[in-house]
């Protein structure tokens, strides 16, 4: 079965669409157990889709407020997306999701990974001498501090650098230079961090076939006893539970029997 629930959601109070209750009203209609919310948290080098400082403060009161509101149709919870270069979390928010957007370039600027594929190409130009494998190893260095700099109680889509490779048309992500990077971040992430999101915002938002992560990492990830839970990142209402069907098969043909999901405040396991 696939999840009834998302914890991977933005609203307007960052680079979302809808509102939260929006958002909850669909979680209703969908039949779902509960919804997560997970803004973007404050980034200095990069204030354009976060969540501006007052207005965490704002998105915390009013999740907090639809939590109590919304207490006996749906359990509403309220987290945040940190990025290792975010302002450092003292709220104490249900949990955290913790993500790679960046990488930070010898010359101090912060490098969007995720931004387009032009956008893309012109930093591995600039900054790796047009080497797609260096890149990659620059982005799993970051990576690999993830859990240890976050704090996080889920891993966002670990392999982000891969958004505008659909179909290998930057590099080849089966190359040596390229697996090795990832998998040696990921045994650095998973001692802290054990948990991975399956993501699959990219496949309505950008086009790409499958979900983060790729099936070698889920393959990995599931030999070092790590575990999975099904997101969309959901950006608009449509998104909410967008094949969600599809990254639960890919779970278990990468070895996972269990998916998790927060029920009443603890990640619980529940069966694909």
Not at 137 to 150: P, S
Not at 224 to 237: A, E, F, N, P, R
């Amino acid at each position: 079965m696939t999840p009834l629930s998302n914890l991977h959601t933005h609203t307007t109070y960052c680079d979302g669409k809808n509102t939260a209750r929006e958002l909850i009203q669909r979680a209703i209609a969908l039949g779902w157990e509960s919804i997560g919310f997970s803004g973007h948290a404050y980034t200095p080098c990069d204030t354009e889709y976060c969540m501006s400082r007052e207005g965490t403060q704002v998105y915390q009161r009013e999740i907090r407020s639809l939590q109590q509101e919304y207490k006996d149709t749906i359990q509403v919870y309220l987290g945040i997306e940190q990025d290792v270069f975010s302002d450092k979390v003292s709220f104490p928010y249900d949990y955290i999701i913790g993500s790679t957007h960046y990488i930070r370039c010898d010359d101090d600027a912060y490098a969007a990974v995720d931004a387009s594929q032009k956008t893309t190409t012109s930093i591995v130009e600039r900054y790796f001498g047009g080497d797609y494998y260096r890149y990659a190893q620059a982005y799993y260095r970051q990576a690999a501090q993830v859990a240890a700099v976050t704090g996080c109680n889920i891993v966002g889509h670990f392999d982000l650098i891969t958004k505008f490779n659909e179909g290998a048309c930057l590099f080849d992500e089966s190359d040596s230079r390229y697996r090795n990077a990832a998998l040696e971040a990921m045994e650095q992430v998973v001692p802290t961090c054990p948990l991975f999101e399956i993501n699959t915002g990219a496949m309505l938002r950008a086009g790409r076939s499958a979900p983060y992560p790729a099936a070698f990492l889920l393959r990995h990830l599931h030999h070092l006893g790590g575990q999975v839970i099904i997101t969309s990142d959901c950006h608009q209402l449509e998104g909410l539970d967008w094949k969600f069907s599809e990254a639960a098969e890919l779970a278990k043909s990468c070895g996972f029997q269990y998916g998790k999901v927060l029920r009443g405040g603890v990640f619980v396991d529940m069966l694909l």
